[in-house]
């Protein structure tokens, strides 16, 4: 049995080149908290209990307080304001906490996932007043690593009746409501007069490497590329059998739109579970190399030539037909099994044409998630199930589809242009990484140029390849998608001579590896302003020509020497929301004016494989690993001195090395980068007048 590669119809392309570059993973906001007074009824001199109670984002947990502080972890801790209106009656308490055994702090803790409760006793000494209090606490995950410190200032007023008065109709009032991206809700029983004030809250945010799209946004774009697979040449053929495999096997209408079901939810499965085994396996060891190591990247480069080969015409993937004929025989047998090993048959004939589809939703998930890759093959496989549910209930709309023919092959060879220029990719995350030097901005766009444009002339029937029919005339459709792929290579060729491509900033290599730019000249002449050599400038580069370093102690003492903050940038080779930054934000006017002038910028690479040498190895007090390359080191340094390892992270210090702003991650508002800069700047320059 053959079965020939094909992929998602042309006019449905570009869902697939979102996908294959959607290599971003969700922004994780902070729980969001309820912050209440038991009992509803106060009374003056009795007790009573401040309760938090949190949301947690899913696959994140937040530590309790009841375990050894001396193991590591932060301990969650409520900070009380002294008042005359109200006393502490105890210590903070976890309700109900998770306990664990944690081999990297070596030790029992505590923690909750989903849902936390934190009870403070009070005592109420008056029948009015306000609660000010700050909360701290630290958000992890095991999936990635990551852990993030929050501090929460809020004030809730309430209302007590007096000693000597009980009266069930007096309640608290609830205002908590900071600003920023933690969340906590208004509890109120009765509305009384009170006076509503916001305070500030922590702004971080955890944004994993490449980083950037919500759930709903991953899952459209998974749903999208099921609908698009059915029109893949292994695919779209296995309809008519679908309906035959149905028709007359029911005994009633209801008995076949349940088999049908069966059938969809079989479908479904089976595609979703492939997606669980997947993220199974994903921790954030596996996903930190997966993501950068040159071995997984050259594979995948392999992986896309070979089926880019393949689907232009080269040769034909077959599977082993001994293998799908035993599920074909255990389809004809019937009952419940026999439609699960029809959707599974379905699954295997169709995998030549969907496999790279689901290695994109797979690959672009991979960053230690455990529900976005299950997600996406869920709404990649609805997609893909609902169609033949429908033709399985409904066989008789089978004779308006139209038939299966050379436009297929078309649907082919153009993925197979679009493969052979995703390949680069790949390739070029590991020659950053690696500093080979074979794929620098120029050559990488050139390239793709003349992919493209091969392309187009292929769309406008200027070139035929194996198994194409031949074509008097072209279709509108087929004419606007030539179009627009000549503009997109239009768009591209400014980039040979140093223009910025915003809309490919993250998918392109940096500028700095640009050749030539016009006005810019060499990439190597950022360095020229500094005072002293740079170390590791040789493989390392700041864009924009901003002058910088590489190494915190250099840029910390020429930050000293030169009177200004500084700046660090956690940045790293493969990160996509890096280059975002760079090239959206970084290149306007006014942030880059602010950036050359205004502070000492370091640029520490967490995933640069430089071995140091060996006197500058160091075992870290974190997870007790040596730490030999630059770019681990520099990742120790980000999680054991701010607590955070999402890229990018900035941070602005003075010379005694303590923060000067809430230190900022992905976020390409530039209003929002100028006020970050300028807020660090005005209190540097107050700092200094003391």
């Known amino acids: 049995m053959i079965f020939k590669p094909a992929k998602i119809g042309m006019l449905l392309l570009p869902v697939f080149l979102l996908i294959s570059f959607f290599a971003q993973a969700q922004i994780v906001k902070p729980p969001k908290w309820t912050i209440s007074i038991e ?88 029948t009015e007043g306000t609660i000010k209090a700050t909360l701290e606490y630290q958000m992890c995950t095991d999936l990635t690593g990551k852990c993030i410190n929050y501090e929460e200032d809020f004030e809730i007023s309430f209302v007590a009746n007096p000693a000597t008065v009980k009266s069930e109709n007096d309640t608290p009032e609830i205002i908590a409501q900071p600003a920023g991206d933690s969340l906590f809700s208004i509890v109120e029983e009765e509305t009384i007069p009170a ?53 007359g096997r029911s005994k009633s209408r209801g008995h076949g739109i349940r088999q049908a079901f069966i059938y969809g939810l079989s479908i479904i499965a089976i595609y979703t579970i492939a997606g669980t085994a997947v993220a199974a396996i994903q921790g954030p060891e596996f996903a930190n190399w997966l993501a950068t190591h040159w071995l997984p990247n050259v594979f995948f480069f392999g992986i896309f030539i070979f089926f880019a080969l393949a689907f232009l015409g080269m040769f034909e993937l077959t599977l082993p037909s001994s293998f799908v004929n035993k599920i074909d025989a255990r389809a004809e047998k019937g009952g419940l099994g026999g439609i699960f090993f029809m959707a599974f048959t379905l699954v295997l004939v169709s995998f030549s044409c969907t496999g790279p589809i689901v290695g994109s939703i797979l690959i672009s998930s991979a960053g230690g998630e455990l529900i976005k890759p299950v997600l996406g093959m869920f709404a990649f496989s609805m997609a893909f199930a609902i169609p033949f549910t429908l033709f399985a209930i409904f066989p008789e709309w089978m004779q308006r589809l139209p038939k299966s023919g050379g436009w297929l092959n078309s649907v082919k060879v153009v993925l197979g242009f679009l493969e052979l220029a995703l390949a680069f990719k790949f390739l070029s995350i590991a020659d950053l990484v690696y500093h080979w030097g074979i794929l620098d901005r120029d050559i990488f766009l050139v390239i793709w140029i003349v992919i493209f444009a091969a392309l187009g002339f292929y769309l406008m029937g200027k070139i035929r390849l194996p198994h194409d029919s031949k074509m008097d005339h072209i279709g509108v459709p087929r004419l606007l998608l030539a179009l627009t792929t000549f503009m997109f290579v239009v768009y591209m060729i400014p ?57 915190y102690e250099q840029a910390l003492a020429a930050a000293k020497k030169a009177n200004k903050p500084l700046l660090i940038d956690f940045t790293g080779h493969g990160c996509v929301n890096c280059r975002k930054m760079e090239e959206n934000v970084w290149v306007d006017p006014q942030v880059l004016k602010r950036l050359k002038e205004d502070f000492v910028m370091v640029a520490l690479y967490i995933d640069e494989r430089l071995e140091l040498p060996e006197s500058e190895w160091y075992t870290s007090g974190y997870d007790g690993k040596v730490k030999k390359t630059l770019g681990k080191q520099n990742a120790d340094f980000q999680i054991t001195r701010f607590k955070n390892n999402a890229q990018p992270y900035y941070v602005i210090l003075d010379h005694e090395e303590n923060l000067l702003s809430q230190p900022r991650s992905y976020n390409t508002k530039i209003s929002e980068f100028i006020e970050f800069l300028d807020g660090a700047n005005r209190e540097f320059k107050m700092r200094n007048e003391e």
């Not at 903070?92 to 996932?113: C, P, Q, R, S, V």
Request: with cysteine; glycine share 10%; aromatic share 12%.
């Open 495 to 551: 980039g040979l001579w140093g223009a910025p491509l915003k809309y490919l900033s993250g998918y392109l290599p940096p500028l700095t590896t640009q050749q030539f730019t016009i006005g810019g000249g060499s990439a190597e002449a950022y360095t020229s302003n500094l005072e002293e050599p740079v170390k590791y400038s040789e493989i390392l580069k700041i864009p924009h020509g901003i002058p910088g370093y590489f190494d």
């Open 39 to 126: 009992p509803k009824t106060l009374q003056v001199g009795e007790p009573a209990i401040l309760v938090m109670e949190a949301e947690i984002p899913i696959s994140w947990y937040i530590y309790s307080n009841d375990f050894d502080p001396d193991l590591g972890p932060n301990l969650t801790v409520l900070n009380l304001e002294l008042s005359d209106s109200y006393s502490s009656a105890g210590t903070l308490k976890g309700i109900n906490a998770k306990k664990k055994f944690d081999e990297i702090w070596e030790g029992d803790i505590t923690y909750f996932m989903g849902k936390g409760r934190f009870e403070q006793p009070l005592k109420i000494n008056s």
């Open 195 to 247: 006076e509503t004030e916001t305070t500030e809250s922590s702004e971080i945010e955890i944004v994993p490497a490449g980083a950037g799209e919500s759930l709903w946004g991953f899952m459209v774009l998974a749903f999208l590329a099921g609908l698009a697979a059915l029109l893949t040449p292994c695919v779209f053929p296995m309809i008519p059998m679908t309906v035959s495999f149905f028709t």
